[in-house]
């Protein structure tokens, strides 16, 4: 099946510094991938939709600047959290499309655990 | 616009009893309609999903869930539970670009 590769999946950082998770679909390709973020007890927050070859689209309230996303090829998206903070900390899930039709499931990483010290 | 709204946060059944894990949904277009379960510290893994075809759609691990228009609802079942469906269980509505996910429910299996 569909395997998404999310990394690293756990990372400590200190306040001010930055760090980037990266998205790999494995063995399909993703036009579309969407990154999530997901508080304790509570759903998944979309954050924005990127689309290979061009600019992010944030969801309303996040931050483009301080949320970095690339999605420079068909296997690879990356979230770049600038200047973290300790509200940054969360648990963050990237997903990848497999197929452009939007009935075409989401494949999920498996999540990064992010703690700003 | 598309939502979802998962009724109960929390469910708990002993092992072999029913589970049955209820999902509404409300759309704009015909909906694209998801389960998802997600297990501690882990990404979501797709249990099911409907896409306008037979509205009983059989899922991975026994479960399965009914699309019933009338009632805008897509309940989760499983006839008989086991410890390992110990999860989180999300309900999703697509019906454009983005999924849109429901709150969740912590499904606690009993011994």
């Known amino acids: 099946g569909a395997v998404v590769s999310q990394h690293p999946s756990r990372v400590i950082c200190k306040s001010g510094t930055s760090v980037k998770i990266e998205c790999r679909s494995l063995?399909?390709?993703?036009?579309?991938m969407f990154w999530y973020r997901q508080f304790p007890k509570k759903s998944l927050m979309l954050m924005a939709t990127?689309?290979?070859?061009?600019?992010?689209?944030?969801e309303q309230g996040v931050e483009k600047d301080k949320f970095l996303i690339n999605h420079a090829s068909l296997t690879l998206s990356t979230l770049t959290v600038t200047s973290a903070h300790p509200e940054d900390s969360s648990f963050y899930i990237c997903?990848?499309?497999?197929?452009?039709?939007?009935?075409?499931?989401?494949?999920f990483g498996n999540g990064t655990r992010l703690t700003v010290t | 616009a598309q939502s979802v709204t998962q009724l109960g946060s929390h469910v708990s059944v002993s092992e072999g009893a029913l589970v049955l894990l209820r999902c509404n949904y409300s759309?704009?277009?015909?909906?694209?309609l998801f389960w998802y379960v997600q297990y501690p510290n882990q990404g979501l893994q797709l249990l099911l999903k409907?896409?306008?075809?037979?509205?009983l759609v059989k899922g991975i691990n026994g479960f399965e869930a009914e699309f019933k228009k009338s009632e805008t609802s897509f309940h989760l079942t499983k006839p008989s539970a086991h410890m390992r469906d110990a999860a989180e269980y999300f309900c999703?509505?697509?019906?454009?670009?983005?999924?849109?996910f429901g709150k969740g429910t912590k499904l606690t299996v009993n011994p």
């Open positions: 999703a509505v697509s019906g454009s670009e983005k999924l849109v």
């Open positions: 759309s704009s277009v015909p909906p694209y």
């Open positions: 409907y896409t306008s075809a037979a509205t």
């Open positions: 990127s689309n290979e070859g061009s600019k992010a689209t944030y």
């Open positions: 997903s990848a499309r497999q197929g452009a039709a939007y009935n075409s499931p989401l494949h």
């Open positions: 063995d399909f390709q993703a036009t579309t």
